[in-house]
């Protein structure tokens, strides 16, 4: 029998993130959205990540995301251009996973003050990122609400055309996991309450000061992703945010399930589970534990996606299989022995 984990200290819920209720608000907002496209009788095709609607002959998607508290890390170093950076790939990043290249973006910002430096800040990695994945800013809000914001938020749309299609998930296909850039865009309310209830922000933790580990961008995987489709060596691709692994759901059929072998995690993230006593499962379901994307492919095709990905200068894991599981269970073996269920 392999240990079980009990949960003794912090979760995402306890760090004021009810997922339940999140998934409670997101699908109340998939039902809406069905309900306006009858109404109006506009054909909408569902992706895992976003939906496209037809327009002579294209199918385009607007897709938005934000960069989330995260933004309190950048607010407190004064260091804004990872929050342009982020609010772009994490939008092009998941697009791409339903196989969608992005054509333009526009940004949000809201502010507490008028802060002029971090607005540039913002808009010089807004300009980086759409320029790594030839997407054109297109414009975009600021907006000064010192009764309202307190501190700064920002997020973008971007537009995307599909440009080819994603495959059908089988069992005994074959899980390959991607190596991130730390936290990403994700968990920040909890690693935030862990983490800076210990430490300070220009504290050591992991060898490195602690407000670069929490700074570094989002990975683009967005030109990967779709040299993949187009090669038809992938079938799905999963860009891991929210909800970290449950995410590998979106793209499996009735009656399958994961069966992963997980690597060892970053040492931030295991930091963030020793100093907050956070369960192994709820950092499954909240962080991406070092694995930001996971490619599903025919088994017939892994060593070339394991190249591809090198190629990008990124790591790869052969992590396991779609198994058959009518309960869709995703059962992850971790790498200290452990096994978590989510």
Not at 72 to 90: E, P, S, Y
Not at 327 to 341: E, I, T
Request: hydrophobic letters at 45%.
């Amino acid at each position: 029998m392999l240990p079980t984990v009990i949960n003794v200290g912090w979760t995402y819920r306890r760090a004021g993130v009810d997922l339940n209720a999140h998934h409670e608000m997101h699908n109340y907002a998939i039902d809406s959205i069905r309900r306006l496209a009858r109404e109006l009788n506009i054909e909408v095709s569902e992706g895992a990540f976003t939906r496209f609607l037809s327009l002579n002959n294209m199918q385009l998607t607007l897709h938005v995301d934000g960069v989330g508290t995260k933004s309190m890390i950048a607010l407190a170093t004064h260091r804004f251009k990872v929050l342009g950076w982020d609010c772009v790939i994490g939008n092009t990043n998941d697009v791409a996973c339903d196989n969608a290249k992005p054509l333009a973006v526009v940004d949000y910002v809201a502010l507490r003050d008028n802060d002029v430096d971090a607005v540039r800040g913002v808009i010089d990695g807004i300009i980086d990122a759409s320029s790594k994945v030839n997407a054109m800013l297109l414009g975009g809000e600021t907006a000064i609400m010192p009764d309202l914001v307190n501190g700064i938020d920002v997020a973008c749309a971007v537009l995307g055309i599909r440009v080819g299609p994603t495959g059908n998930v089988k069992t005994s296909d074959v899980v390959i996991g991607v190596s991130s850039n730390g936290l990403h865009m994700n968990g920040y309310s909890l690693a935030r309450r862990v983490l800076l209830g210990k430490y300070r922000l220009n504290d050591q933790v992991c060898g490195e000061e602690l407000s670069n580990l929490l700074l570094k961008p989002t990975a683009d995987y967005s030109g990967l992703i779709l040299d993949l489709y187009d090669s038809r060596l992938i079938k799905r691709a999963v860009h891991v945010t929210g909800g970290a692994f449950t995410k590998l759901r979106r793209v499996l059929g009735p009656g399958q399930g994961l069966s992963l072998e997980m690597p060892e995690p970053p040492c931030i993230f295991q930091e963030i589970q020793s100093v907050g006593g956070v369960d192994w499962g709820e950092m499954y379901r909240v962080f991406n534990m070092g694995v930001g994307l996971v490619l599903i492919t025919d088994p017939n095709n892994v060593d070339d996606v394991v190249k591809a990905v090198r190629r990008w200068n990124l790591n790869p894991w052969v992590l396991g299989m779609v198994t058959e599981d009518y309960q869709g269970v995703l059962s992850l073996n971790l790498w200290n022995g452990l096994r978590v269920k989510i």
